[in-house]
């Protein structure tokens, strides 16, 4: 017999009703993206809906439910926390490790940990275009390069201090996975995929995978890479690694991901624990707090006011957002998830409307779910 969470993973989705579906076609008219997915899970139920179009270029070919998305930095979550995880649950990696026993660390990080990296509060300026000095090295020394240069970055506020959102810190610790584990980071997250029997359709390179361009949706049209983006990684920094890294890369269907986000869920709730996805490691990483800011670990939470979450979902909720237009957010105390997968960089990134746009519809997505069960 099977139980609860194994008969929510698998029963068959529907659509949405008539004021979901009518802001998301506004969504679309309106110029907020080209093409969303919304995929929602409740109390065991899942709805997904797919509107607008993959790609305006050369033709207009509409989206699809199973259409895979540049998740740009939902790899942070999805991929690179996914695989500290197993080696956490594995003992080959603890949290409060220091990451000098990991990788040849600068004065000022030595007395870093794993944690730090994973809350963001290890020092580390955000972001860095290494990508424009990279393009100019052979391809083969670019990732040492990349980490080189990570770790001359002098320190942008002292370690613990704040919470300062950092690509660079999640790339390291995709690094770190690397060589703890003795596989690159795609290599090991596809294992860790099939031990928990998770769909294909998340993956890192999907044009390498057999996947043709029009099974995903297009993002931007890059000046500085010539052409349009389709298939390929948006992330600059990323797409000069070859696609793969502990920042970006990551992409998926929102069935996949809608998928991952429910067994870990269920996970957390002690409902349904798979392999190394246990009731205690997920509460380690999504109830970790620190007085310098509101992350937990590899996960975002709620702001008070203003979130990107809205104001309806409980403020201990974990998730994350992605530069492409992608997002999730899980509710433990409602047992709801919600993910909205869009190219909202296509053809160009700016200006940005799903700002405005996304909590208005997290909000009236919970009414018309939540509140009204």
Avoid at 6 to 28: D, H, M, T, Y
Avoid at 205 to 224: H, I, K, M, N
Avoid at 260 to 269: E, F, V
Wanted: include cysteine; glycine fraction near 8%; proline fraction near 7%.
């Amino acid at each position: 017999m099977r139980s609860s969470g194994e008969r929510s993973l698998r029963s068959e989705p529907q659509g949405f009703g008539p004021k979901i579906r009518a802001l998301l076609a506004r969504g679309v008219t309106e110029g907020v993206f080209p093409g969303a997915v919304l995929a929602v899970w409740h109390e065991g139920k899942s709805l997904i809906e797919a509107f607008g179009w993959r790609t305006y270029l050369p033709r207009p070919i509409r989206t699809g439910v199973d259409v895979l998305y540049d998740l740009a930095s939902l790899t942070k979550p999805l991929a690179t926390a996914l695989c500290l995880m197993r080696l956490v649950a594995e003992d080959r990696i603890r949290l409060e490790d220091p990451l000098s026993s990991l990788l040849e660390t600068p004065p000022w990080l030595k007395e870093a940990k794993v944690f730090h990296l994973l809350s963001h509060s290890a020092g580390l300026p955000a972001h860095r275009p290494y990508f424009a000095r990279l393009i100019t090295y052979p391809p083969e020394q670019r990732r040492t390069l990349f980490l080189k240069w990570t770790l001359r970055e002098p320190p942008a506020y002292p370690l613990g201090w704040k919470q300062l959102y950092s690509d660079l810190g999640f790339f390291l610790l995709g690094e770190i996975i690397s060589q703890v584990s003795g596989q690159g980071l795609e290599e090991f997250f596809d294992e860790t995929l099939c031990l928990l029997q998770s769909e294909p359709t998340l993956c890192f390179r999907p044009l390498a995978r057999g996947f043709v361009r029009e099974e995903s949706a297009a993002t931007e049209v890059c000046d500085w890479r010539g052409k349009l983006l389709w298939g390929e990684v948006h992330d600059e920094n990323t797409w000069v690694l070859g696609g793969v890294a502990g920042q970006a890369g990551l992409f998926g269907s929102a069935p996949a991901v809608l998928s991952l986000l429910t067994r870990l869920l269920l996970a957390y709730l002690g409902e349904e624990e798979k392999g190394f996805l246990q009731r205690d490691l997920l509460r380690a990483f999504w109830d970790w707090k620190s007085p310098a800011g509101n992350w937990a670990l590899g996960f975002d939470r709620p702001e008070q006011k203003g979130s990107s979450a809205g104001e309806l979902i409980s403020r201990q909720a974990v998730g994350h957002l992605g530069f492409t237009g992608t997002s999730f957010w899980i509710d433990p105390e409602h047992h709801f998830i919600i993910v909205l997968l869009s190219n909202r960089v296509h053809p160009k990134r700016l200006p940005n409307r799903l700002a405005a746009f996304r909590p208005a519809l997290h909000d009236l997505v919970f009414r018309e779910t939540v509140q009204k069960t």
